[in-house]
């Protein structure tokens, strides 16, 4: 049954006034010019007296007005625009820009951006004029020439950054070394790595760095620890079914370091498909810690990398460059990974 719209249906209930700057000015007591200069931050060649802007202020935020950010743009020469280019493919990018646009926003900025295609590099900047912009999953140094080009402010997240503007990345390494030294300490000495292209696509070719960090991180780590390298880790384009014949149960692996969480769960499906439970037969621990870890059958031991961070470090590393009188130095931050244990890595079994 479809409810029909009670303001549509009522002929007594009218949709909410739009507030008018002429009804400002007629609260205030001046002239629409007037009220328009006070609100829209005109300094050049007009003079008021305190308390008439002190009048026109006020009246604006008893009626709620919200001025055109386009007319307060060209009085500053500033569009207070800030565009959001690349690719929120996944959660921990999603997470991340959802948070860097709630402190851009408390800083008075208005967040765009174009159609996020995944294989276009989607790192140009939009066709209107912006002061800044949020670049998302920077896999090539190409990728943000314009930005550089333009001496636009930018911050990086998730992603390279040219000396121009400043990048907000995670520790890779440190996160592998944690889930591996969790699986060690519980028994584990035969591994496997999983990532494929199947099921993670690679824009344009190019695999994220954080392929081949927790990848060289896991090798050097079972190298230092005395154990064999792990399986999988060049076998990027296999079929998950392939993998699991291949680089697990044929390899003898007792515990596999999936990706993310997503690449995790289809390999817990392919697993029982072929009568190997988790944990009991093979462990497994992923990374991301965003949806479907918890929801996973079992839920995932995993890396969470601090999304939410990274966002609000990158929206408050904008806002300094937007604000600053003078050039500011490339800023490198890398934060640490953390591990959350749950239900998907156990002893290995005998």
């Not at 002429?22 to 305190?50: C, D, K, L, Q, W």
């Not at 817990?268 to 479907?292: T, Y």
Request: aromatic share 4%; with cysteine.
């Amino acid at each position: 049954m479809i409810e029909s719209n009670p303001a549509a249906s009522d002929p007594a209930r009218k949709p909410p006034e739009r507030v008018t700057l002429a009804r400002v000015a007629e609260m205030a007591g001046v002239a629409e010019s007037t009220a328009s200069r006070v609100i829209n931050g005109y300094t050049e060649n007009f003079r008021v007296r305190p308390e008439v802007r002190a009048r026109v202020l006020d009246a604006a935020k008893k009626l709620n007005y919200r001025p055109n950010p386009m007319v307060r743009s060209i009085s500053a020469k500033k569009t207070n625009l800030v565009a959001v280019v690349g690719w929120a493919s996944d959660g921990v990018n999603r997470s991340a820009l959802s948070e860097a646009v709630r402190v851009l926003r408390g800083g008075g900025k208005h967040v765009c951006t174009t159609f996020l295609d995944s294989d276009y590099s989607g790192h140009e900047l939009p066709s209107w004029r912006v002061d800044g912009a949020i670049a998302l999953q920077v896999r090539d140094p190409a990728d943000v020439v314009e930005l550089e080009q333009q001496a636009l402010p930018y911050v990086s997240i998730n992603g390279h950054a040219g000396a121009g503007g400043d990048a907000v990345t995670f520790d890779e390494g440190q996160g592998t070394r944690l889930a591996l030294e969790h699986l060690a300490g519980l028994g584990h000495k035969k591994f496997a790595y999983c990532f494929l292209d199947q099921l993670r696509p690679s824009p344009r070719g190019i695999r994220h760095a954080a392929v081949v960090q927790r990848q060289s991180a896991l090798v050097e780590g079972l190298s230092g620890m005395g154990l064999g390298a792990p399986c999988g880790v060049d076998q990027f384009g296999l079929d998950m079914e392939s993998f699991c014949r291949e680089c697990v149960i044929g390899a003898g692996a007792t515990a596999v370091i999936a990706f993310d969480d997503v690449v995790a769960s289809y390999l817990i499906q392919a697993l029982n498909k072929m009568g190997k439970g988790v944990p009991a037969d093979v462990s497994v621990v992923s990374f991301n810690d965003e949806l479907p870890s918890k929801m996973a059958s079992p839920p995932l031991t995993t890396v969470a990398l601090p999304a939410a961070e990274a966002g609000r470090l990158a929206g408050e590393m904008l806002l300094e460059r937007l604000s600053s009188d003078g050039p500011i130095e490339h800023r490198d931050v890398v934060l640490d990974e953390s591990l959350v244990v749950r239900e998907s890595a156990g002893e290995p079994r005998g």
